[in-house]
C-alpha cells in the first residue's frame, strides 16, 4: 500500500521559512518523479514544485521560482519542499504526490497523493 505521509507545515510570519517533508512507503521511490501542490481555502488546487526521478530535472510555479526548493532524498524516501521568504499568499495546504511517470506539472498525472499539511503565513 503507497503511502504519502506529509509533515513540516504551521505558522509563520511573512518572511519566515518552513521546510516540508513528505515520507514516501509501498512504492518503488526511484522510479517516480515527486510533486508539490498547494490549494488554498475557495480555490483550487495548484502546482507548486515538482522533481523527476533521478532528481535532475526540476519545476517551479512562477509565483514561488526563487523562494521554494525541492529536493528529495533517495534512501530515506523522502521528498522535501525549503520555503523561504514566506508570503500571506503561499497560506494553503500542501500536498506530496508521486508520479509514475515523466515528471509533470499537471495533477492528473499523479497517481498517489498525500492527506496534506496547513501552511499559514501571517502578515
Known amino acids: 500500500q503507497v503511502q504519502l505521509v506529509e509533515s513540516g507545515g504551521g505558522l509563520v510570519q511573512a518572511g519566515g521559512s518552513l521546510r516540508l517533508s513528505c515520507a514516501a512507503s509501498g512504492l518503488t521511490f526511484s522510479t517516480y518523479a515527486m510533486g508539490w501542490f498547494r490549494q488554498a481555502p475557495g480555490k483550487e488546487r495548484e502546482f507548486v514544485a515538482a522533481?523527476?526521478?533521478?532528481?535532475?530535472?526540476?519545476y517551479y510555479a512562477d509565483s514561488v521560482k526563487g523562494r521554494f526548493t525541492i529536493a528529495r532524498g533517495g534512501i530515506k524516501n523522502m521528498v522535501f519542499l525549503q520555503m523561504n521568504s514566506l508570503k500571506p499568499e503561499d497560506t494553503a495546504v500542501y500536498y506530496c504526490?508521486?508520479?509514475?511517470?515523466?515528471?509533470?506539472?499537471?495533477?492528473?498525472?499523479?497517481?498517489?497523493w498525500g492527506q496534506g499539511t496547513q501552511v499559514t503565513v501571517s502578515s
Open positions: 522533481i523527476s526521478w533521478s532528481g535532475d530535472s526540476t
Open positions: 504526490a508521486a508520479d509514475r511517470g515523466v515528471v509533470s506539472t499537471v495533477d492528473q498525472n499523479y497517481v498517489h
